[in-house]
């Protein structure tokens, strides 16, 4: 700086007085030709809010903490993966596409302590505890001076060709999922802790000017950004803001605060000039009130709104309308904001009075930014030029508020939005088979999964399944959206399946606190609501009481539905809960050939340090027709029984013509099974839902056993029903 070199310089040819002769006519080169005011020179607010990628952009120098969106520096093209699901009847197969990419972002040009929260697109990635809520590789450089260049940018650029950008602090984000944000990098925004204290205005000026610019005072910012196309931009919008003034100190340039010491001038050394004769002593002269600013409004970020900008305004009644505009890129709490803009308020209404005051050669230490009392002249004074003219010394001399910025009452910061920083947490999921659904015929089996999480910052996983036994795995995409789901605290007794069971009741613990059920009136329910998977029973619930939280008790009741009445009388505590409904289920077809066997699922999310698996026995019941109902044995006149029932279909559940229910098969046909004490003794099939078991067979069968069980199954495509069973007596 001019100031610096000519204070030098002038110390060298001329002593005390010529360094200081050497600074005043420094100050006018910096202020008039180094320094020369631009049409931008300092950081803005709108510097840190948009990321960006454009070669040659500013890379902010970070003190304290602050948010930033930072530089993307290098990226990798987007990397695609397919999967594919679907297919069957209705339902055509689907290719899904996920995408990801791997880039590095510039956070500040200094180095930094670490990274808290990160934002993409406005919502939370990364929460204060470290845990992202979309899966991506991730880790940071800090900018030492001993920085390696990064792995994965060096693997594929090549290590020649891969700095190490010592000095900068940058975050690399490896493999970052891209189906939340549009297939597209999202705009990130991080919270930057570059010195987890508040920092010193002093020292922020000292490292930003090399040791150039300097102090000590006690004002400290809890974070600062700085940007622009200058230093002296940056320091001067701390300086206007805070405020402060810059005085010279031989070797550098100090910061001085409002309520920097006094110096008294008496009054008998006032009224030198110029080759020692004497002049007036002084003048007083005052500006318009219209020349000062009637408000000041300081921009300027909010730390208790998750560093959203905020705004503060200092009015003054009268005639000013002239507005100054202020923008500090710096995390302040509203109530530094409001003392920083009435500081500047009222400094702009003091400063409209100058007085001019002569003094000898002895005073030519007396340098700008200085603050002075004279005898007899009410105040204090800020010293804003001092020419030496023929050994004398003119100070003119604006009016000083004095005192040091007291923080105002509490101000209103606004009310905050933050994004709720729930953690991921690990993924419980549930994979069953049941009965179609839809009104649809099922042409292959089909797998349902349903997953979620202990906690409700639960999002989703990555699915996979394996027909192997895990030998190998299959890429199924990602899980569906969370399902509500839990456990059953106690045990449903066995209820009626023809008609409301208003007398059993089942207490729920769901998996967290974020999750809900709702009563749902009788239409409702007629209507498919409140389906949910209890054990192995389909039921759905017209009541939900809420019992504690995240607990319910659930109350008339409708069991056994779409043929899951076998499973009516086999409850027991702490069996499966799943609210079934479509958008929170993935669907697996997989071949008929698996029926009888065991199909593998595996789930894998962000919060999961082990992928979660659940083995599930594929038995056919997505694809097998319901038991039939109302078996009977009628007796015969030559001691024989005539056996009927009536068969149900998986396609038509609703009955909406009030005939018959249409057969949903290739064919009608049933398989008889005769048990004695547990033991096949016959099987046999009829084409018809009635079957003759004459006396002679009875007794071949019962073998002198009192009693015989009759199973009847409907033979389907894929698999036969569940059987009904009946017992008849032998004897």
Known sequence: MATLVLTAVGTIF??????????????QIDQNVLFKPKNRQGPRLGDLAVQTSSYGSPIPVLFGTMRVAGTVIWATDLREERTRSGGGKGRPKATNYSYSASFAVALSARAIIGVRRIWADGKLLRGAGGDFKTATGFRVHAGGEGQAADPLIAAAEGIGGTPAYRGMAYAVFEDFQLADYGNRIPSLTFEVEADPAPVPISTIADVLSDGAVGGTLSRRLGGYAASGDSVRGAIETLARAAPLSLSDAGDRLELVA???????????????AAGGAGAAARDERSTSTLVAPGEIALSYYEPA??????????????????VERIELPAALDAGEAKAMAEANLARGLTGRVQRTARLSWRHLGIAPSQIVAIDGVPGLWRVAEAEVERMAVALTLVRHRGGSITLMPPAEPGRPAPQPDLIHGPTVIQAFELPELGEALASAP????????????????ALAVSHDAGF??????????????????TALAPGDTLCFDDIGAVEIALLNSGMQLADADDARLTAGANLALLGNELIQFGSAEPIGVGRYRLRRLLRGRRGTEFAVADHSPGERFILIEPQTLAMIDIPASMIGGEMLTMASGVGDDVAVQRA????????????????????????????????????????????????????????????????????TESEVSEFDYPAAAIAADSAGESAVTILVAQVGAFAPSCPAAIVIPTD
């Open 14 to 27: 001329g002593g005390p007085m010529g360094a200081a002769i050497g600074a005043m006519i420094g100050q």
């Open 258 to 272: 409002e309520d920097a010491p006094v110096l008294t001038i008496a009054a008998s050394e006032l009224g030198a």
């Open 305 to 322: 709104r998750d560093y959203q900008a905020g705004l503060h305004r200092a009015r003054r009644p009268g005639n000013g309308r002239r």
């Open 446 to 461: 089909r797998i349902m999964t349903a997953a979620a999480g202990s906690s409700a910052g639960w999002r989703g996983a």
């Open 472 to 489: 190998s795995w299959e890429d199924r995409g990602s899980t569906a959206a969370p399902a509500t789901m839990g456990a059953a605290v």
């Open 616 to 683: 599930v026995p594929i038995i056919g019941s997505s694809v097998r027709p319901p038991s039939p109902v109302a078996l009977d044995a009628i007796p015969d006149s030559d001691g024989g029984y005539r056996l009927t029932w009536i068969r149900r279909s998986r396609l038509g559940w609703r009955w909406v013509d009030s005939i018959d229910a249409p057969l949903g098969e290739e064919k009608e046909l049933y398989r008889i099974t005769v048990l004695r004490g547990g033991a096949v003794v016959r099987v």
